[in-house]
């Protein structure tokens, strides 16, 4: 053996001394003393505190743009029951939810602990493994901080409580301390939110239900929830079910005939009448996209103050009262009451939400008609189409590029080409206009055009314009032809930003609520308002310029006023939503009504505020123009800074409407960028050559007192009327 092998074993020789059994054993063993001592010392010094700040939970003030007050929340919704007043299936359930093993352990769970200590060093998230007696204590003796520290001290506090206190009394302080949404604390707060009922009258199914709302009381609302969300919550009270049987705490009979108990939906808490509740949530969703919990802001100590003008709040709830529901009887009156309306007002140049209108008062009718997506925006759509072929450079199917001043066929029921999905949409009233161009489609709202302009363009690169302007994907966004007819569902307040991008001349607008949120101890990061250029100045632009037409001569000239404007009308399938979208160079508002049962069901708005269709072009344009009008202090001498397509001057074919039942079979003539520059002059010739790339739009000249109607070719379309008049006051 060389001196190199000596030397080698010699080391390992010394290495096996310095490790070996005993010594590893032994120094495992004075670890386990040394922790343990750890831990006794902390048992010892460690006492039951008094109850957490929680129970005297502090405010939440909310209030406007000035920092004038507009209402203060955070009275804890919370009423303690007894044990003995809730059903022992009930109790059974929220053990099986949150801990089989309660009535054995001694309050804690080693691993379960570990495991959230190990994974909240790490980063891991929120994630216990606690004991019901574990979560009590943090409810009631702690607080919500997920940290090493406050771990320990719940395991030594859990362990003294066990020690101190009866099941029972511990379950009870468990299902009233803890929070199920809606700002619900407590098991008889969430009965009444959730069923209607009182603890007591609980089914196996609804306490199941709710104690499975206590893993994601926000996520898990049944009637809030995504579809994700609703199959989260199903399958976790499924397991809820499943571990009373395993428990034989439930008959397996029974169990097999429990049908999942979908809550009622939220009303609102008492104090949020009017539009106040409306923005109160409007202020808290927007929070918990950034990031804050819900439990967070109920626990309260928040100062909120909204980017809402309190005066142009009024004048939106004003104009609203003026032009709808002073002409409605909701309670004489079935079909007036299904008419709801919503609204959405935002400063284009900050994405700031300046009013919003959600309803007839928070208390009566809880859902935002100002941020619903259930509705669709039907025609408003149409504009998002013209605004993606313009930026991608769109050309018709004979290669002709698309703008203005292009010409397509207006004639009804004509079956688009190039799609491998057949569509041949109906204009309003069965009108064929024969050539037109898009300008006048525009003005118009012909279906037939942009049901063909979307297949030009394709309605892949349509809906992901959309997308990028701030629309929001759903299961009902298909890219098909009939997307053109805006057959998906959207908000006033997706649209708003919609139409305040394209005010902004491209660049990303996200309407935003909180102009501020402090907190004794930290601050809620706003959202950013302004963001990127989503499509190019020139198409955004056009876009501004078409809609300027809808409303000098168009299907929205009841939104006409002393001021720029431009805007889109839109009327949905069976006349179930009613809306009209538009912007001066300063406002941007959406405006939609809405029709529903008292149920939730959708319902025709045919023959309610006025004879026929509630037209996006009536009163939705009337309360839009009203609110304008107000809200800009009788009108604005600010104009629109265009930069507009090139393509041309737009001039109008010779116009040749008619009625039929039947689609014409015969081939229209063939069209050009370019038509005749000398047509005869028409009543709708409305857009007038531009001298410039570079425009400024003037305001109609006319008077909004004026009793007498403009003289113009009534625009006949699912946005358009049969007869002339104008805004009323």
């Keep these: 053996m060389g001196r190199a092998d000596k030397g080698q074993g010699k080391k390992g020789g010394r290495i096996r001394r310095l490790f070996t059994w005993k010594k590893i054993l032994g120094t495992f063993f004075v670890g386990c003393l040394l922790l343990m001592g750890a831990f006794y010392t902390v048992y010892v010094m460690v006492p039951v505190p008094v109850a957490n700040a929680q129970a005297t939970m502090q405010s939440n003030v909310y209030k406007y743009a000035d920092g004038k007050i507009l209402a203060r929340t955070g009275e804890i919704n919370r009423e303690i029951v007894g044990l003995e007043k809730i059903p022992l299936e009930v109790q059974h359930a929220f053990v099986a939810a949150e801990n089989k093993t309660f009535y054995k352990d001694n309050g804690i769970d080693i691993k379960g602990t570990a495991r959230g200590a190990l994974n909240t060093i790490t980063g891991k998230g929120k994630q216990g493994g606690s004991t019901i007696t574990q979560q009590y204590v943090k409810n009631y003796y702690l607080d919500q901080d997920q940290t090493v520290t406050r771990k320990l001290k719940e395991m030594v506090i859990a362990l003294k409580v066990d020690q101190q206190m009866q099941k029972p009394e511990i379950l009870a302080g468990y299902m009233n301390t803890s929070f199920y949404g809606r700002s619900a604390y407590g098991i008889q707060a969430a009965s009444q939110s959730y069923y209607g009922i009182d603890a007591s009258k609980l089914t196996v199914a609804q306490g199941a239900y709710l104690a499975s709302l206590l893993q994601a009381p926000n996520q898990y609302d049944w009637t809030a929830a995504t579809p994700t969300g609703r199959k989260l ?80 709040q009024k004048d939106l709830v004003k104009a609203v009262e003026r032009q709808l529901e002073e002409k409605l009887d909701r309670k004489g009156d ?29 208390t009566e009718h809880w859902t935002s008609n100002a941020t619903r997506r259930d509705y669709q925006p039907a025609s408003t759509f149409k504009p998002i189409v013209l ?85 929001k994907d759903g299961a009902d966004f298909g890219e098909t032809p009939a997307m053109s007819l805006g057959t998906m569902g959207a908000s006033t307040w997706d649209m708003a930003g919609v139409y305040a991008t394209l005010d902004n001349h491209g660049v990303k607008v996200t309407p935003t609520i909180v102009k501020s949120a402090e907190h004794k101890d930290r601050k809620a990061e706003p959202v950013k308002s302004i963001g990127d250029r989503v499509i190019s100045r020139e198409a955004a632009d056009t876009v501004t310029k078409a809609m300027t037409g809808v409303v000098r001569s168009g299907s929205g000239f009841r939104a006409a ?69 107000a809200a800009l202090d009788g009108g604005s001498d600010a104009r629109f800074d265009l930069e507009t397509d090139s393509s041309g001057d737009v001039v109008e074919p010779e116009p040749t409407p008619s009625r039929s039942d039947e689609a014409p079979t015969s081939t229209p003539p063939p069209v050009t960028d370019s038509p005749d520059p000398t047509p005869p002059p028409t009543a709708t010739d409305t857009t007038p050559p531009q001298p410039t790339d570079t425009i400024t739009v003037p305001p109609p000249p006319t008077s909004t007192t004026d009793p007498t109607p403009p003289t113009i070719e009534p625009p006949a379309d699912l946005d358009g009327e049969n007869a002339n008049g104008r805004r009323e006051r």
């Design 561 to 629: 006023g002393d001021y720029a404007a431009a805007g889109k009308t839109g009327t949905s399938e069976n006349n179930r939503s009613a809306w009209f979208v538009g912007y001066t160079p300063e406002l941007v508002t959406a405006v939609g009504l809405f029709g529903e049962d008292t149920k939730g069901n959708q319902v025709t708005l045919t023959d309610t505020i006025n004879p026929g269709r509630a037209n996006g072009g009536r009163t939705p344009a009337q309360i839009w123009g009203d609110y304008t009008e």
């Design 334 to 362: 079935k079909q007036d009451a299904t008419v709801q309306a919503g609204a959405t007002s935002v400063d284009p140049k900050t994405g700031k939400v300046v009013a919003m209108y959600g309803g007839i008062g928070a």
């Design 387 to 471: 605004a993606s072929a313009l930026d991608n450079g769109a050309k018709t199917q004979d290669g002709r590029k698309i703008g203005l001043g292009t010409v397509y066929d207006g004639t009804s029921k004509r079956k688009v080409v190039g799609s491998s999905v057949p569509f041949s949409p109906e204009n309003e009233d069965n009108r064929s206009y024969g050539p037109v161009t898009v300008q006048k489609a525009t003005n118009s709202s012909i279906n037939s055009v942009y049901a063909q302009m979307i297949v030009d363009v394709g309605a892949g690169n349509t809906k992901k314009t959309a997308l990028d302007l701030g629309m």
């Design 233 to 312: 919550v199903e399958d976790r009270w499924n397991y809820t079910l499943d571990n009373m049987v395993e428990e034989g705490w439930l008959d397996p009979t029974k169990r097999a005939t429990l049908k999942f108990p979908a809550p009622q939906k939220e009303k609102a808490a008492p104090g949020m009448e009017g539009q106040r509740g409306y923005l109160v949530e409007a202020a808290n969703q927007e929070l918990m996209r950034q990031g804050i919990s819900a439990e967070d802001i109920k626990a309260g100590g928040w100062t909120i103050t909204l980017n809402i003008d309190e005066q142009k």
